[in-house]
């Protein structure tokens, strides 16, 4: 399951239900595929297709929207 938690612009932001345990997010547009980690700092996990223009743009707004990243994550995977 990963249930979509955001959509802004082109991009898809989703949580995968059966990862790894750190927190993190997915995002997902036609142009590819990338995975930010929200803790301790936002920093690039992985991408695929992106270019470096759209992988700035898509830190700002996971930068923008980490609270709400943060808070669905916990609603998402309680402890």
């Not at 923008?64 to 808070?71: A, G, L, V």
Request: glycine content about 2%; aromatic content about 14%; charged content about 30%.
């Amino acid at each position: 399951m990963s249930p979509t938690i955001h959509r802004q612009k082109a991009y898809r932001f989703y949580f995968n239900s059966n990862e790894e345990t750190r927190m993190h997010v997915h995002v997902e547009s036609e142009r590819g595929k990338a995975k930010f980690w929200l803790e301790p700092i936002i920093a690039l996990a992985d991408y695929h297709g992106f270019r470096t223009h759209e992988l700035n743009e898509i830190e700002q707004l996971v930068k923008e929207n980490q609270e709400k990243f943060t808070n669905e994550w916990r609603r998402h995977f309680p402890k």
